[in-house]
């Protein structure tokens, strides 16, 4: 196992950053707690510059100790550790890395080998653990990756990364997109743009959704700007009980993209 350093102050250097990165001040850098995201992270190849363990993190960590990495290991009283911890109940394992570069190549190279060739786009999605549940139910289905617009929560916000329980590591995320340029940028790779509208008649299953498809997701309170909206291919609507005014962002987005890897499956 490799050394660690003792930590017991809160106002050790290390673990103000650690705060600071937490709270969204560097945002060159990102905050993981739990010691399955941790790995998830390093599995993907993820650049980790700390990681901190208390006495009980230290035998949840496990492998991650033996791994080839350049991190600093700092192990933490319980006192220091609830300090920088981003959860009411920490397993001990947290970690700083470096955050992923921005992903509008990885998605476009996700549409040539997804399973279901379809990209979700979110537009100004302010929900971080909502943002993080479609992501999980994106990487779930097979899709080819996630956009998320300016104005959203940030995907990589240590509640939007527990939400996505490692999605965000392995699926493409292109985040602070803009939606004319993503539209511009779906023509030019000959997309059809499908959105969802209250009002839209036709339903989510009729959809083709074999081709490649970018997939346009309103924001619960506003929807989709109606300027946009124009430039859309195709406006659906998911059925259901008139008693019920709509679903859940992640739930619509799970029962659209469960039917286009269904499709794409019979295919």
Not at 64 to 76: M, Y
Not at 115 to 124: D, E, K, M, R, T
Request: glycine share 8%; proline share 4%; hydrophobic share 45%.
């Amino acid at each position: 196992m490799r050394a660690t350093v003792q930590i017991s102050s809160r106002d050790n250097p290390h673990l103000k950053e650690a705060r600071r990165v937490r709270d969204g001040k560097e945002r060159e850098k990102i905050f993981i707690e739990g010691a399955r995201l941790v790995k998830e992270a390093v599995r993907a190849g993820l650049e980790i510059e700390m990681l901190f363990l208390s006495k009980d993190g230290v035998f949840r960590a496990g492998e991650l100790l033996e791994t080839e990495t350049s991190a600093g290991i700092f192990q933490v009283t319980d006192s220091a550790l609830s300090s920088i911890s981003d959860t009411v109940t920490s397993q001990g394992v947290l970690a700083i890395a470096s955050r992923p570069a921005p992903g509008q190549g990885k998605v476009e190279q996700g549409l040539a080998n997804a399973a279901v060739p379809v990209v979700a786009f979110l537009h100004q999605t302010n929900n971080p653990s909502n943002l993080g549940a479609v992501i999980r139910t994106a990487d779930a289905a097979g899709a080819a990756g996630v956009i998320v617009s300016s104005g959203s929560a940030d995907a990589f916000s240590p509640k939007a990364l527990r939400a996505a329980m490692g999605s965000s590591f392995r699926l493409p995320v292109w985040a602070d997109a803009d939606l004319s340029d993503v539209l511009r940028w779906a023509e030019g790779k000959d997309l059809q743009t499908v959105a969802t509208e209250i009002g839209a008649t036709r339903s989510y299953a009729d959809i083709d959704w074999t081709r490649p498809t970018l997939l346009l997701l309103g924001s619960e309170a506003h929807g989709l700007p109606k300027g946009e909206m124009e430039e859309v291919d195709e406006k659906i609507m998911i059925p259901m009980e008139t008693s019920v005014e709509s679903l859940n962002l992640a739930v619509a987005c799970g029962v659209i993209l469960f039917e286009a890897r269904r499709q794409n499956s019979l295919g």
